[in-house]
């Protein structure tokens, strides 16, 4: 292959190119002296197409974002280069000029929809005030925000405009900033992981109205995911960052089935392919750290990482090499690229047992009901969930946002009380349902990691204290033991010992999940919730915590109550699955029955809207409106006002009983399983999936 400079490819060329990004570098002053971040990054989008930016945290992706509005902090300066929108260079633009290109040319849509609005001003407002600074009076700025909210598929937009965003869901949230964003009618639309905090479908939904609204307005997109198979659906290129360069560019099918370099082919083994278990292996992960913002090198910035590394990779710094049309990597052996050794996957032999050896569950849920009390409302949380946890076995709990998982598993830990009549037992015992009055061996037996480490770790402490704490709380020990507990805690999560000297806000993402798994398993625990444990991290991060999740199971034998929106996450750690609508369990059953189907009609609707990276996508099933209020939740089955496969009367007269319609697979629903496997096609090859007659036709 031949060396050569960043091609442009052709659909670019051909195109108006909106967004151009070339020989970029960026530093940032820290405490006296400047650290390069963005070294060399070149790239163009075309009118009308859209561009993936992948890779890890810390890479320079949102950096680069901010870049195309030129909206960086105050230490950060563009050192070289150019950035243009629609042919003007905003490096060099002034400030109103800038203020006018924000307002017309260029949108935003940030990864924290609730963080972006105003919290004090209604919805209206904020969505009216984009067309008034565009220079709509007042009525007609209140009007065409009105339509904007009906654009972006809000029903009954006129109530949602006086609400305040803390009224909202999390989807409808990142409805708004999308209609606000794309109100100027912009030429390009940035968006920077708007799906990371959704549901699975919830996410779909926002994806499929953010291709629509494309295809009406004819914008470009720049689309930063760490979910690789969110990329796979949205973009037509891809490229994938490293250490503040760009090692690797292409169409998006060509880089993710024929990935040159390394550290590509690295992130695409650490996401579990579609229906991987973990008894089948543990998941490839990149080994050690990208190097620090202001790293500077004269060689390969990923040679330290990567098992291909030769001499020269070392030694020289490796161009981009054209390696195909269109697709280029910054790797010296990119003919080999794909040849590069994976991890070695220790297999998990068994999972959870049944029952535990005195004839008990380790964990008995009966009959739990949580009722909440609002605005004089009631609003039924849970509603008589049964449900056990055996000795060693992880336990995934699916459903959309307000479903109820949050809610059960904080009345397991005891954060919650539930309604009368609960039953909770724990090795066959009653467990006081408030966590005042459980023993300490029953606090130590029920511990959780929380979604966000961030905010669950004390910023003023060092991660020394933050863990020391819980030791000496749990198991009361001091001195020379605790300190010998602390670094077992250390070597078991693979954090350096150096890391306990530390505070949070010194750590990585994946560094602070870790030490929030080493506080919960400080007092040895029996059983260990897992509250969101991985969305915010990226491929790599997330891989390498499953992993340490999935030995830790083995060598200590815990159990855990998974509880994720991602699903290919749950196929791959859960052993049995149990899937929450509307604070009612709808499906329980082993992993391998519920993901391979018949499934709930529900069930089939989740699955079928997750991003697929590895393997054919379902054919998506779209659930039609908003998930019911749980003050006043529909008649007879909870599902039907939403279900695809909707029979009639009886589904709106008579609620359906959980039961058991094959050994161990349990499903609320009116429709025999036999008649679910022939309506889903369960078994049958791809050309068979047509469409079942009926309600069952709603998909896309």
Request: hydrophobic share 40%.
């Amino acid at each position: 292959m031949s060396q050569t400079q960043a091609a442009v490819p052709p659909a670019v060329m051909a195109a108006e190119r909106v967004l151009e990004v070339e020989d970029l570098h960026l530093s940032f002053r820290v405490r006296g002296s400047d650290r390069q971040a963005i070294h060399g990054v070149s790239f163009s989008i075309g009118r009308n197409e859209s561009f993936g930016l992948v890779g890890e945290s810390g890479c320079g992706k949102s950096t680069i974002a901010l870049c195309a509005v030129r909206y960086l902090p105050r230490n950060a300066r563009i050192t070289e280069g150019s950035v243009r929108v629609a042919g003007r260079d905003l490096v060099t633009m002034s400030m109103p000029e800038l203020r006018r290109m924000r307002s017309s040319a260029v949108s935003m849509v940030y990864q924290n929809a609730g963080a972006a609005l105003n919290p004090s001003i209604r919805i209206g407002e904020q969505v009216a005030e984009v067309f008034r600074v565009g220079g709509a009076s007042g009525s007609e700025a209140t009007d065409r925000a009105r339509g904007m909210l009906e654009k972006v598929r809000i029903s009954d937009p006129g109530r949602v405009m006086h609400r305040f965003p803390h009224q909202l869901s999390g989807g409808m949230q990142q409805r708004v900033i999308i209609a606000m964003a794309l109100a100027p009618n912009p030429q390009l639309l940035i968006l920077d992981e708007p799906t990371t905090a959704l549901d699975a479908t919830v996410e779909a939904e926002v994806l499929d109205l953010i291709a629509a609204l494309r295809r009406e307005y004819g914008t470009t997109l720049l689309f930063i995911s760490h979910n690789l198979g969110v990329v796979t659906r949205m973009c037509e290129r891809v490229g994938v960052l490293y250490a503040g360069q760009l090692v690797e560019e292409g169409d998006t099918g060509t880089v993710f089935d024929d990935p040159r370099h390394p550290y590509t082919v690295g992130l695409l083994r650490c996401v579990p392919k579609w229906g991987s278990r973990k008894d089948a292996g543990l998941l490839d992960s990149i080994p050690g750290l990208p190097p620090p913002v202001g790293a500077t090198t004269d060689h390969c910035v990923y040679a330290d990482r990567c098992a291909l590394a030769i001499d020269k990779c070392r030694q020289e710094y490796p161009p981009l090499f054209d390696v195909g049309p269109g697709h280029t990597s910054r790797c010296f052996r990119h003919e080999v690229a794909r040849d590069l050794p994976r991890a070695s996957a220790a297999s998990l032999p068994g999972t959870g047992q049944v029952v535990a050896s005195n004839g008990h569950a380790l964990i008995e849920l009966g009959n739990v009901s949580k009722t909440f009390r609002q605005e004089g409302q009631q609003i039924q949380g849970l509603v008589d969930v049964s449900l056990r946890i055996a000795p060693g076995e992880a336990l995934g709990l699916v459903g959309e946002s307000g479903s109820g998982k949050s809610t059960l598993a904080k009345v397991l830990l005891g954060l919650l009380e539930p309604d009368s009549g609960a039953q909770l037992e724990y090795q066959g015992k009653n467990l006081p349902v408030k966590v005042g009055g459980r023993g300490q061996e029953q606090i130590r037996a029920i511990q959780i990691v929380f979604q966000n480490p961030g905010a669950s770790l004390n910023r003023r402490h060092s991660i020394r204290r933050i863990v020391g704490r819980a030791v000496t709380k749990l198991l009361g020990l001091i001195g020379r033991q605790r300190e010998q507990r602390l670094i077992e805690l250390a070597r078991s999560v693979r954090l350096d010992r150096s890391v306990l000297d530390s505070r949070p806000e010194q750590l990585s993402g994946g560094l602070k999940q870790r030490v929030a798994i080493a506080r919960a398993f400080a007092g040895d625990p029996r059983v260990v919730v897992c509250d969101e444990p991985t969305s915010a991290l990226d491929v790599s991060v997330q891989a390498a915590i499953l992993n340490l999740l999935v030995d830790l199971q083995r060598s200590k034998g815990v159990s855990y109550l998974f509880i994720s929106h991602d699903l290919g996450v749950v196929r791959y750690l859960a052993d049995r699955i149990a899937v929450l609508y509307l604070g009612r369990l709808l499906e329980v059953g082993d992993a391998e029955t519920v993901f391979g189907g018949p499934h709930h009609p529900y069930t089939e609707a989740l699955l079928s809207a997750a991003p697929i990276l590895h393997g054919e996508p379902k054919t998506r099933i779209r659930l039609e409106g908003e998930v019911p209020s749980a003050a006043n939740p529909p008649s007879g089955c909870v599902f039907h006002t939403r279900c695809p496969r909707f029979l009639g009367d009886i589904c709106v007269n008579q609620e359906p009983p959980l039961a058991e319609s094959e050994p161990g697979h349990l499903i609320r629903c009116h429709i025999p399983i036999d008649e679910l496997r022939r309506l889903q096609r369960v078994g049958q090859p791809p050309a068979a999936q047509e469409s079942p007659e009926g309600p069952a036709a709603a998909k896309a």
